[in-house]
């Protein structure tokens, strides 16, 4: 009976495997037949998607099926990529040379999947596969389809390499799969991107144990990637590597990952540090403008006569704008030595320059509460900046 047990098992696992075959071929031969005119772009792809198929799960099947399809393992390049290309060089080259390594393969995917108005992402992990744990990193997906997540490998999907050769195969078991099945071989860096609500650590992936363990704290993750999709890119980067140095750095692979995360967030600081500066030092120079106009006035002694109002106006204006420039300048963050070098002189600037605004303003002041005859005598000094 045990022979036949097994036996049966077997039998039935291929049915299944055949539904599965069965319930995307259609999808599949209408994708497999689009005209070229439609694969110029994933905006092309996704539009002839989206004419031609109404559910998400038939969207998303065939969003997989081409990138999975149409795109060859670029074996000689899987250890030269090029980190300095952006998302979009990234999907540009892939769709020219139909040629890419995972992370080519993972962009695309859900490039195509966010142009039809799926929520997807690309998950930066790395992975295990008979038993042992690879020590490259690993690029894969996660959409949601009516309102559960699943988890794809259009890399995986696509075929195998054997001796340095790239085999094209399609392997639907990397295809809307479930995040507590995809554990067993994938890992993200960051656990938010499990999808699980007791997500495992490197330690227990790396052992084999990825049992769900209730005695852990609940991760509500549905919850953390609302508050995640809300966050500037920086407070999402450092979440990121806190989750990632939270979860374990049990390899160099994955500190690796750690210090990058962290790198980039020093960069897109300083970036926006200095982006604060230059606008900062434009508001700057446009009170220093005003200012000017302002001296050019008094030391013309207040001719051609205007309003009291319009004269008040004419140095408040400046003074207030360098108020805000103080204030915002204060408010930096300061990420690199040349930042606070360059912070340090503007600061300088600021300070002398505000002080001739307010030594202005309390003439303007004075100067308002006299009478026209005292006014005429209290012009006896040239200004400069």
Known sequence: MKNIFVILLFFFTLINFGQATTAYSLIDAKMKAMPSSSTTSTTAIASYIKENFKTQTDKVRASFYYT?????????????????????????????SKKGVCIHYAETFNDINNKMGIQSYVIEGYTKKDGKVGNLAHAWNAAKIDGKWYIFDPTWGSGYVDKGKFFKKMNNIYFKTDPKKMIISHIPFDYLWQFLNYPITNSEFYQGKIQVNKSKKYFDFEKEISIYNNL?????????AERIKKNGLKSAMILERYEGKNEHLDNLRNNNTIEKLNAIVFEMNEAVVLLNDFIYYRNNKFKPTFSDDKI?????????????????IYKLAIVSDQNASQVAAIKKNLIITLAQAEEHAVFVKNYLTKSKIVRKTMFSKVFWL
């Open 312 to 328: 008040s106006k004419m140095i408040e204006s400046p003074r207030e704008k360098l108020k805000k420039c103080e204030n915002d």
């Open 68 to 96: 999975a399809s149409n795109i060859s393992y670029d074996v000689a390049n899987m250890f030269d990529v090029n980190f300095n290309e952006t998302t979009q060089e990234k999907i540009a080259t892939t769709l020219k």
């Open 232 to 240: 500037k890119k920086e407070d999402q980067l450092f979440e990121s």
